[in-house]
């Protein structure tokens, strides 16, 4: 009855099944990352903003005038329309600085998009082998329940011939009962898992177990994370933001160049003759330095380049705690190696047993108790080959985040 029901539950699941990359790839269109490519474009759109601002800038003009009291040289009424070009030829470097500033902080917004991108898919690996690890604990189970049950079919018989006693029957029962315990937990695992699979890619999702991951080989220039590129990027965008706030020590040449266009309308007949429309366009260079401002300028620098100097010191303080993150990853990935040969020789060594206990029990040289164990320890033993290979898978993930690689290049 419980194989009938592994398979319903199991044939619908493989229906819509998703491999390891099409899982990665769907998760690439979440809603934290359309968040994070929204910011990167908000950013672009500001930075054009600013660079348009720096160029020459024309704007358009008019004006009415009228007093209460006419004079020669004041009309009653004037009408006035004007056209003016502004534009900031020099501003002591603050320019290029900001210019500089919002580059890096693009470049950082994009690195950080792909440290999520790498970290989102680090953790739909981690889910997707957790995945097929339970599933394989559930089919080792649904087998030895199988076996348990097989074996109390054969004992009850027995018991009702009389051969054997209550308690070896119930021994059998009890393994049964706390078997399909384990395997609604193991049950319960895989529907987490789902749920959150769910979580990171956005819709409903089901597993197939064909990916592998390549092992990562180590080259000289490995680099480092995107997310370390990022913090790198941002203290550079400081260090520009700190030599912008100086350039208030240096003067600002400024040219602008208007033109007028005046209605002069007089009302008063001693003045009717003075009545006229006239342009005129004046050009203008402009100088204006700040020679004393009681220090604003160098408090204002000495703060933006604390900034740059607390988060370069994160960045430093980032950068060796990932260098010892990829040293614990290499040294986990050669204990999953040395776990799954000690798996294989105790799966070897488990089958062995179990195929002596059987044997002699068989024979009635050895009771139930050394052959429940045996069967125990064999179906263990499979189930701890199985979580040793795909935990493996896991270990060499991480080395190709901790080594700034694409993880998504590696899915094989």
Not at 191 to 214: C, D, F, M, P, R
Not at 336 to 352: F, N, Q, R, T
């Amino acid at each position: 009855m419980i194989k009938k029901l592994y398979l319903i539950c199991v044939i619908p699941s493989f229906v819509f099944a998703h491999t390891l990359n099409e899982l990665v790839e769907m998760s690439f269109n979440n809603k934290l990352i359309e968040s994070s490519k929204m910011n990167i474009e908000s950013t672009q759109y500001e930075y054009e903003s600013v660079k348009a601002k720096y160029l020459p800038q024309l704007s358009l003009g008019a004006k009415y005038q009228l007093t209460n009291k006419e004079t020669s040289s004041v009309a009653d009424n004037i009408n006035v329309l004007y056209a003016e070009v502004d534009y900031n030829i020099y501003d002591g470097g603050k320019r290029e600085n900001t210019f500089d500033s919002y580059e890096s902080d693009i470049l950082s917004a994009k690195e950080n998009l792909s440290d999520l991108k790498n970290k989102i898919a680090l953790e739909v690996v981690n889910y997707y082998y957790s995945y097929m690890s339970l599933s394989s604990q559930k089919e080792a189970k649904l087998k030895h329940i199988e076996q348990l049950q097989a074996q109390h079919q054969r004992l009850q018989k027995f018991l009702e011939a009389g051969k054997v006693t209550n308690d070896e029957v119930d021994k059998i029962v009890s393994r049964v009962q706390s078997a399909n315990v384990n395997l609604h937990e193991i049950e319960l695992n895989i529907q987490t898992i789902l749920h959150n699979l769910e979580y990171l890619v956005g819709k409903k999702v089901s597993v197939t177990g064909t990916s592998k991951i390549e092992e990562y080989i180590e080259q000289e220039d490995n680099g480092i994370r995107s997310d370390l590129k990022a913090l790198k990027l941002d203290t550079e965008s400081l260090l520009y933001k700190a030599k912008a706030q100086k350039s208030d020590y240096f003067p600002s040449l400024n040219i602008n160049d208007t033109y007028y266009r005046y209605d002069l309308n007089y009302k008063t007949l001693t003045y009717n003759g003075l009545s006229d429309e006239y342009t005129q366009n004046l050009i203008s260079l402009n100088l204006s330095w700040n020679i004393f401002g009681f220090g604003t300028t160098k408090k204002a620098y000495e703060s933006a380049y604390k900034k740059y100097t607390a988060l370069k010191s994160k960045f430093e303080y980032e950068k060796n705690k990932a260098s010892v993150d990829l040293k614990l990853a290499k040294k986990a990935l050669e204990i999953g190696k040395l776990k799954i040969l000690s798996a294989e020789a105790a799966l070897k060594a488990a089958d062995s047993t179990y195929v002596t206990i059987k044997n002699k029990y068989q024979n009635g040289l050895v009771d139930n108790v050394a052959y429940l164990e045996a069967l125990s320890e064999k179906y263990s033993a499979i189930s701890q080959l199985k979580d040793a290979t795909y935990d493996l898978e896991i270990k060499k993930t991480n080395i190709i985040y901790h080594s700034g690689k694409n993880i998504e290049e590696y899915i094989k």
